[in-house]
């Protein structure tokens, strides 16, 4: 990808944008007294704000990059992330879950679940969540300053220090308070910044009809801009359900079942439900009614998401399929793997070995898709008279056809933006980031300072002690995110990896949160001993399974390479592979605890679960409201507005 | 929290959608630079729009703040 040079206006407005956020770092510090003001933003906030930033917290590297990469690789089943996976279980948060989670005065999630069920609980969900969180942020700074690193041809370790030496300061500064205050103008930078490109783009391509009809030659050619290898029905691209009878008719390669079940019921409430990153916003509004609308006031803007995000990808496939000046980025060949490509091209050369056999050699040491015409044709001039190595370099780069779907949004931004806009949209970019981080290094100093480090480590110290463990673990929260962003540095499609890891983590945990809050008869032996097997059936399937295209590895199968044998079962794509690990998981997690409780003791009384199970606690009555600001009624409305999206684009 | 968040994000679109018309009008007629945006002076109309809001915050949050002053500032920490 070539290098985009920036005006002094650019870096004029990320500079304003850095001085607000880390001034409101500033701003905010002196209100940090308590460990509770620091780690809990003392539940003082309006609704609006907390539900603005527990939106904001998740529009991380994976909704602006990640959903982006899917709008061009799934087209609009990506919506599903948003119609399917998000709406619905926010609803049930708000209007179920959210009177226990504030009711209870819990200040964590695992908090609530030492309180419902045992010490056990507490300390095996806030390890994995502590794991989880840390590696989601290290993975979305890595794909940062990889982008940046791209596109402008900035630094990859300056990106990846300095962005989170921004965070650690407004973050070490004003704590929770900060990093939510700070979201919801993230918030609202991410939408203004990229509107344009929404805008542009979709004037570029004369319209949705244009769009559609467009989309629809591409699936009937899906090989000509490598988004599928097999001709798809014309509305792959363009429908949410319509496709998904059989898994080959769409390019996610899913089908109803998995959508319905595995994403939108297990993985959507395992996350919304259960995740302390978006439930700490919550948590942190200044009562229980607040509390209850914050998630359905993040559902509002959530539910038009896909028009910001996935849309520019579609629109990228499109383009890329229609006009001559626009394809999807590449997958950038450099480093180790440029070196291999390299070496193999001479080797080849040298044993004078036949064209396609050496095709086939060098593309699989560069470990993607090349085109075969230019890799002969570099072969045999090479062998004619040697070319020189940056020649050579380039056109090898030039002879790789695998998308590098990642890029699709930086290179919409590149070229619909001039400068001035440019600027705009990098800071949104910048933000999204900063707001993810933030969200993961808060609430990791959280679980960490109350429910590992006082639970386990420090009992009975001060306060001032736990406001100055919170601050540390705070600096050495971002230090572990800037070590996993390294690790994350190897591995390819971001969001199959988030994915595999909410299933792996998430997917059982519903099952455990859904019985504790509305079965009063689930003990504490039942929830871990269900956790534990849910999670280790998360393993084993992966282990066991695989998707089509992958090598047995990373990507699943590890168990059935282990002792030699072929995978038990192999899915049409990694997503449908991850959704129906969800479903495995919450089953065996749901029986589990089932059987467990009821051949063991209960060791909480109904007076001890009071305010903590749905069935002994007294409901909030919202009489004296207006329907639309009760949260059962605007949620029905929601959902409802939802199914109506769900329907229109069927 | 005595900070209204309104006031920095106001502040901020007003800062940076000033910029974007004055760049706009600075380089407005520079047909090499928005022929990627499609042969619109982008700058200018997208910075009007960032102004409006930031104001849109902005004032509100100002003419509040005016009113009860004693109220506003309440103990810090609980």
């Known amino acids: 990808m070539e290098v985009i040079k920036l005006a002094w206006v650019d870096y004029l407005i990320i500079l304003a944008y850095t001085i607000f956020v880390v001034g409101i770092g500033f701003a905010l510090r002196k209100y940090m007294k308590s460990s509770a003001a620091f780690l809990l933003a003392g539940r003082s906030i309006p609704a609006w704000v907390t539900g603005l930033a ?74 994995t969540f502590g794991v989880m969180t840390m590696l989601t942020s290290g993975i979305s700074m890595h794909v940062l300053a990889d982008l940046l690193r791209q596109l402008l041809g900035w630094n990859y370790n300056a990106c990846l220090w300095l962005t989170s030496a921004i965070v650690l300061l407004y973050v070490f500064k004003g704590g929770l308070t900060s990093a939510i205050y700070t979201e919801v103008l993230q918030f609202f930078m991410i939408v203004l910044g990229f509107a344009p490109i929404v805008f542009l783009c979709l004037k570029d391509i004369n319209g949705w009809a244009a769009l559609k009809d467009t989309l629809a030659q591409v699936a009937q050619n ?168 940056n020649e050579l370099r380039a056109r090898l780069q030039a002879a790789i056809t695998e998308n590098d779907y990642n890029n699709v949004m930086l290179s919409m931004l590149k070229r619909y933006l001039p400068n001035g806009l440019l600027g705009l949209g990098l800071t949104a970019l910048l933000a999204s980031f900063m707001s993810g981080m933030a969200g993961n290094v808060t609430a990791f100093n959280t679980i960490w300072t109350y429910d590992i480090y006082q639970a386990y480590i420090a009992k009975n110290k001060s306060d001032e002690h736990y406001l100055w463990m919170g601050r540390m673990i705070t600096v050495i929260g971002v230090l572990i995110s800037i070590a996993c962003a390294y690790i994350a540095k ?52 992966h282990g066991l399974t695989l998707s089509q295209n992958n090598a047995p590895g990373i990507k699943g199968a590890w168990l059935a390479k282990l002792f030699g044998s072929t995978p038990v079962h192999v899915f049409q794509s990694e997503m449908a592979q991850n959704f129906w690990l969800a479903c495995f998981a919450f089953t065996v997690c749901f029986l589990l605890t089932v059987v467990i409780s009821l051949f063991t003791k209960r060791t909480k009384t109904e007076e001890e679960l009071r305010g903590l199970v749905y069935s002994l606690t007294p409901r909030i009555t919202d009489h004296g409201r207006p329907w639309y600001a009760r949260p059962a009624t605007a949620g029905a409305v929601l959902l409802i507005i939802c199914l109506i999206l769900n329907i229109i684009f069927w | 929290m005595g900070l209204d968040i309104r006031i920095p994000i106001g502040w901020m679109f007003t800062a940076v959608g000033g910029l974007l018309v004055l760049y706009g009008i600075l380089t407005n007629g520079n047909a090499e630079l928005y022929r990627r945006s499609l042969n619109i002076n982008f700058n200018f109309w997208w910075g009007l729009v960032l102004l409006a809001f930031g104001l849109l915050m902005l004032i509100p949050a100002l003419l509040k703040k005016e009113e009860p002053q004693s109220s506003q500032q309440p103990p810090p920490g609980q």
Request: charge should be neutral.
């Open chain 1, 490 to 541: 190897q591995y390819g499609n971001i969001m199959d990896l988030v994915q595999l890891v909410f299933g792996f983590v998430n997917a059982p945990l519903f099952a455990t949160f859904l019985l504790g809050m509305f079965w009063a008869r689930a003990t504490g032996d039942g929830a871990f001993y269900g956790l534990l097997g849910g999670t280790l059936t998360s393993a084993l399937f």
């Open chain 1, 222 to 389: 899906p090989q000509v801009v490598n988004v599928g290898s097999q001709p798809f029905p014309t509305n792959a691209w363009t429908s949410c359900w319509a496709t998904t009878g059989h898994p080959a008719n769409n390019p996610m390669g899913i089908d109803w079942f998995g959508v319905l079940f595995g994403l939108g019921f297990v993985l959507a409430f395992g996350y919304w439900c259960t995740n302390f990153l978006v439930v700490q916003r919550a948590l942190a509004a200044k009562d229980m009614y607040a509390a209850r609308m914050t998630p359905i006031i993040a559902a509002v803007p959530k539910m038009i998401f896909p028009l910001l995000v996935i849309l520019p990808g579609m629109v990228a496939v499109a383009l890329a399929f229609k006009c001559a000046d626009y394809d999807i980025p590449k997958k950038p060949l450099e480093g180790r793997a440029m070196q291999k490509v390299l070496a193999a091209l001479n080797e080849m050369v040298e044993k004078q070995v036949p064209p396609t056999e050496a095709f086939e050699y060098i593309s699989k040491e560069a470990g993607m898709a090349m085109s075969q015409e230019k890799v002969t044709a570099l072969i045999r001039e090479h062998a004619a008279h040697p070319l020189p190595e």
């Open chain 1, 54 to 127: 527990f939106m904001a917290a998740n529009l991380g590297a994976l909704e602006v990059i990640g959903m982006a990469a899917n709008g061009a690789k799934y087209g609009m089943l990506a919506c599903h992330f948003y119609w399917v996976g998000a709406i619905p279980a926010m609803v049930f948060l708000a209007v179920f879950m959210m009177p226990f989670y504030y009711g209870s005065k819990a200040r964590s999630v695992p908090e609530y679940l030492k309180m419902r069920f045992d010490e056990r609980v507490r300390c095996l969900n806030s390890i």
